[in-house]
């Protein structure tokens, strides 16, 4: 399983980006999936998920209401678009699939910098 992740960039704050994570090597409809971020010195943080067939999203407290993540089957590929973005929102953005709680698989991250 490969998960690639893309669309990050610098952007200012109350901008919008939105990212993509295309997977390949798996059976992506089956199988929920997430969006993590790391600032430096911060925690890894949960940001958003999603099941496997899109009926249910979950958002983390600090994007509700400025993140949707939704997903397309057909491409293989989950989204997060980001709006009223501000500089706490700086991080390197992670893709998880969710196969079980003991499997699982990243993304390689990419990088959005809001800059004040």
């Known amino acids: 399983v490969k998960l690639l992740e893309s669309g990050g960039g610098l952007v200012q704050a109350g901008g919008s980006l939105k990212l993509s994570c295309a997977q390949s090597?798996?059976?992506?409809?089956?199988?929920?999936m997430g969006w993590f971020r790391q600032a430096p010195g911060k925690e890894h943080e949960f940001v958003a998920a999603?099941?496997?067939?899109?009926?249910?999203?979950y958002y983390s407290d600090s994007v509700k209401g400025r993140f949707t993540i939704s997903r397309d089957n057909a491409k293989n590929t989950v989204y997060l678009e980001m709006n009223s973005l501000s500089p706490e929102d700086t991080a390197v953005y992670y893709c998880?699939?969710?196969?079980?709680?003991?499997?699982?698989?990243w993304g390689q991250g990419t990088q959005v910098t809001v800059s004040s």
């Open positions: 998880k699939m969710v196969v079980t709680t003991a499997e699982y698989y």
């Open positions: 090597g798996g059976t992506f409809s089956s199988y929920a």
């Open positions: 999603i099941s496997y067939s899109g009926n249910h999203t």
